[in-house]
């Protein structure tokens, strides 16, 4: 051919260029998420008799915030340990590494379970991390040390080594898959913990999958006598948060125990849309519940 001059592709040619399929992400049905949540908790109840029965040394339970996890597993420690089969203690907050140490250490004999409950410092220390990595390594003898000097321990009698052979519950609102797939630079401690440990994504993040999550709290019978509330009540609001989701500052269980409040003191608790025309009394509720 000579030189400059283009070749045509035949039309045979360019019919079978490949061309990259799009990609269809699935979407779930709102009943798809309900039976999708409602049997991840029911994993829950099983990793909590787990647990108990000793046979789940430790376990990461992730999801959002107010959701209803540390309810259910603390219903079923607390419920074993007044029966005797178990002692458990829980941190939430902050917590230094010298203080975790003693924690374990107070946790360290068969039948202790440490509950570390939205106490996300721990994941952010190294010298925390290094502790739990030893308490939760799946040897048959896993032996924690404290080589600092300490006068605390000194003066609790806290040894500076110790064999642990209780259990470790955490609860937390991070999302550990994605901390790891961000590659950060406490990614492979990150890895290294849920190594050692069964990790239980509860699955609920997305707003829609809270708000799910609420009904099923809500509406179910416990939840009523507890809050002195009627079917009605609850389904109204319910109601209410479906239309009001993105006016609501924090989405959680916490949310409508508030709602609830408002909903005993006064019948039209409901803030209406015309918040100019609102006297004083419908303000303060209207901010309550919109600044919760």
Same mark, same amino acid.
């Given at each position: 051919?000579?030189?400059?001059?283009?070749?045509?592709?035949?039309?045979?040619?360019?019919?079978?260029?490949?061309?990259?399929?799009?990609?269809?992400?699935?979407?779930?049905?709102?009943?798809?998420?309900?039976?999708?949540?409602?049997?991840?908790?029911?994993?829950?109840?099983?990793?909590?008799?787990?647990?108990?029965?000793?046979?789940? %040394?430790?376990?990461?339970?992730?999801?959002?915030?107010?959701?209803?996890?540390?309810?259910?597993?603390?219903?079923?420690?607390?419920?074993?340990?007044?029966?005797?089969?178990? %002692?458990?203690?829980?941190?939430?907050?902050?917590?230094?590494?010298?203080?975790?140490?003693?924690?374990?250490?107070?946790?360290?004999?068969?039948?202790?379970?440490?509950?570390?409950?939205?106490?996300?410092?721990?994941?952010?220390?190294?010298?925390?991390?290094? /502790?739990?990595?030893?308490? +939760?390594?799946?040897?048959?003898?896993? %032996?924690?040390?404290?080589?600092?000097?300490?006068?605390? +321990?000194?003066?609790?009698?806290?040894?500076?080594?110790?064999?642990?052979?209780?259990?470790?519950?955490?609860?937390?609102?991070?999302?550990?898959?994605?901390?790891?797939?961000?590659?950060?630079?406490?990614?492979?401690?990150?890895?290294?913990?849920?190594? %050692?440990?069964?990790?239980?994504?509860?699955? *609920?993040?997305?707003?829609?999958? *809270?708000?799910?999550? *609420?009904?099923?709290?809500?509406?179910?019978?416990?939840?009523?006598?507890?809050?002195?509330?009627?079917?009605?009540?609850?389904?109204?609001?319910?109601?209410?948060?479906?239309?009001?989701?993105?006016?609501?500052?924090? /989405?959680?269980?916490?949310?409508?125990?508030?709602?609830?409040?408002?909903?005993?003191?006064?019948?039209?608790?409901?803030?209406?849309?015309?918040?100019?025309?609102?006297?004083?009394?419908?303000?303060?509720?209207?901010?309550?519940?919109?600044?919760?």
């Amino acid at each position: 051919m000579p030189k400059g001059v283009y070749k045509r592709k035949t039309r045979a040619q360019r019919a079978t260029r490949s061309v990259t399929p799009a990609v269809v992400v699935p979407t779930e049905t709102v009943a798809e998420i309900d039976t999708r949540i409602r049997s991840t908790f029911d994993v829950l109840e099983q990793v909590s008799q787990g647990v108990i029965s000793g046979h789940v %040394r430790s376990v990461i339970v992730s999801g959002a915030a107010g959701c209803g996890k540390t309810y259910t597993l603390e219903t079923a420690l607390a419920d074993a340990e007044d029966r005797g089969v178990i %002692r458990y203690q829980s941190v939430r907050g902050a917590c230094s590494a010298i203080g975790l140490y003693r924690l374990l250490f107070e946790s360290s004999e068969p039948g202790n379970v440490l509950v570390i409950d939205d106490c996300d410092s721990v994941f952010a220390d190294l010298d925390s991390l290094n /502790l739990l990595k030893s308490a +939760l390594d799946s040897s048959k003898v896993r %032996r924690i040390h404290w080589n600092k000097e300490s006068r605390v +321990l000194d003066g609790e009698g806290v040894p500076r080594s110790f064999e642990f052979k209780g259990s470790v519950v955490f609860i937390t609102n991070i999302d550990f898959s994605n901390e790891i797939a961000a590659e950060r630079k406490m990614s492979p401690h990150y890895q290294a913990l849920l190594s %050692r440990c069964l990790y239980l994504d509860l699955g *609920i993040h997305t707003k829609q999958e *809270i708000l799910v999550r *609420i009904g099923q709290v809500v509406l179910g019978e416990q939840f009523l006598a507890d809050n002195e509330l009627s079917h009605p009540q609850a389904e109204h609001m319910m109601g209410w948060l479906h239309t009001n989701i993105n006016r609501v500052r924090t /989405l959680s269980i916490r949310t409508v125990l508030q709602l609830a409040s408002l909903v005993k003191i006064r019948r039209d608790w409901e803030p209406d849309r015309k918040s100019t025309r609102l006297n004083s009394s419908h303000r303060c509720i209207s901010y309550a519940v919109f600044c919760l």
